[in-house]
Structures are given as structure tokens and as C-alpha cells.
Nanobody, 120 residues
Framework: QVHVVESGGGLVQPGGSLRLSCAAS????????MGWYRQAPGKQRELVAR???????NYADSAKGRFTISRDNAKGTVYLQIDNLKPEDTAVYLC??????????????WGQGTQVTVSS
């Protein structure tokens, strides 16, 4: 069983910063990639950024410039630094982990999400 847990959300004023964390825990697997998605009320879930275990990253066009994804492979943790927050960044931010079990199969797990609210 793999557990994915996000943390670091909260209420922030416009122009502020946040660092979200996501940890994948369990045993018998290795992480292929982890990504951050977000879902605002009434909107579809969208990719924000994704990083592989090798460090390759990809960002949504809307995330380029203000969002930075990084990872600590030893801790099974991925971070999302968000700078110059805007009200339109308000959403639930969800973490996804693509993993491969040592027996060879693949799977994908989601966390419960962490709320980010940008408001004055």
C-alpha cells in the first residue's frame, strides 16, 4: 500500500508565497514520477507540474515562471514552491505518485489534497 500525503496549504495574501510538500510512503516500490495538480471550484483538475525520479520536469504553461517543483528522492517527497500567488491560484492542490512495484507492475496514487486560498 502506498500513501500519498500533501501539506503546506493555507490562506495567503496576493503576492505571497507557499511551499507545498507531498510525501509518498510505503514499501516495495520505487517512484517513477510525482506531480502536482490543482482543481478549482467548478473546474476540471489540471496538471501544474511534474517531476521524474531522474529530475526531469514539465510545467503547465500557466505555471511557468511562478511555480517550481523539486524532489528529495531519499525522502520520497516532492515540493511545489509557488511565488507571487494570485487569486486565480485558489484551488485544491493534489499530489500524484506514479510508482513501480519491485515485482514489476505500475500504479498511480493520489493524495487527499491541500487547500490553497489566495485572498486579501
Amino acid at each position: 500500500q502506498v500513501h500519498v500525503v500533501e501539506s503546506g496549504g493555507g490562506l495567503v495574501q496576493p503576492g505571497g508565497s507557499l511551499r507545498l510538500s507531498c510525501a509518498a510512503s510505503g514499501s516495495g516500490f520505487s517512484i517513477v514520477a510525482m506531480g502536482w495538480y490543482r482543481q478549482a471550484p467548478g473546474k476540471q483538475r489540471e496538471l501544474v507540474a511534474r517531476i521524474t525520479s531522474g529530475g526531469s520536469t514539465n510545467y503547465a504553461d500557466s505555471a511557468k515562471g511562478r511555480f517550481t517543483i523539486s524532489r528529495d528522492n531519499a525522502k520520497g517527497t516532492v515540493y511545489l514552491q509557488i511565488d507571487n500567488l494570485k487569486p486565480e491560484d485558489t484551488a485544491v492542490y493534489l499530489c500524484n505518485a506514479d510508482i513501480t512495484y519491485y515485482r514489476g507492475s505500475f500504479d498511480s496514487y493520489w493524495g487527499q489534497g491541500t487547500q490553497v486560498t489566495v485572498s486579501s
